[in-house]
């Protein structure tokens, strides 16, 4: 569903990610981790075709992605790490362009907002300017907004950040349930504990590098026994002398 090889974006002399090599499968929950600056939100941006790569190639749902591909990017979907929506629409207005943008039939948004509306409690301020939205009532709307259109493939970068408590179960439960359908969610959150419970599969980045890549036990068992993803989190972008490598398939 996901694809990077050797996927590489520099700014002048500044290398921020380099060489990234991954694959996410159908049906995955991919949760990927590391510190502020560690190169996260770029390869988004480039997995997402909203970035040219400086070398590497992207492939999403066996083909390439690039930054004119709009037929792809209306399978796919994203919610930024900041929500910055259009604060002189309506939340109302809001989700009827994103609808449109994505070409939904009436019934199947009119089902779908009703369904992720009601999930988030948003419905009473949907008629209220974005702009008078709280951060969090803003995350609301955008994750309503990228899932809306049931995508193939989403990426939430910090998608939590802002939520309160009930909002935050209710999302963790409906990715879950997304993922079983068949559907990949691409994570990134320094939440570890809900990447921790999520997740099918880890990967952690610092400095624009993979330092480890595999579930839960295996990172764990590479690292040794009781450890946690916290403490193999920290170790790798500490500078720890711990042995966690990228698990092999075969």
Known sequence: MITASNLTKKYGEKTAVKNINLSVKKGELFAYLGPNGSGKSTTIKMLMGLLEPSDGSVEILGEPMHLNNTELKRKISFVPDTPD???????????????SI???????????????????ELGNDLGVLVEE????????????????HSPEV??????????DPKSNRE?????????????????????????????????II?????????????????????????????????????????????
């Open 85 to 99: 929506i259009i604060g002189k629409l309506t939340g109302n207005e809001y989700l009827n362009f994103v609808a």
């Open 102 to 120: 994505y070409k939904m039939d009436k019934e199947t948004y009119k089902n779908k907002r009703e369904e992720l509306v009601n999930m988030f």
């Open 133 to 148: 939205y709280s951060h969090g009532m803003r995350q609301k709307l955008a994750v309503i907004g990228a899932l809306m």
């Open 154 to 163: 989403i990426f939430l970068d910090e998608p939590n950040v802002g939520l």
């Open 171 to 203: 999302l963790k439960n409906y990715l879950t349930d997304y993922v079983r359908q068949g559907n990949t969610v691409f994570l990134t959150t320094h939440t570890l504990s809900l990447a921790e419970e999520i997740a099918d599969r880890i990967c």
């Open 206 to 250: 610092y400095q624009g590098e993979i330092k480890a890549l595999g579930t839960l036990a295996e990172l764990r068992e590479q690292a040794g026994v009781g450890r946690t993803l916290e403490d193999i989190f920290l170790a790798l972008t500490d500078g720890e002398d711990v042995h966690v490598q990228e698990h092999t398939e075969s």
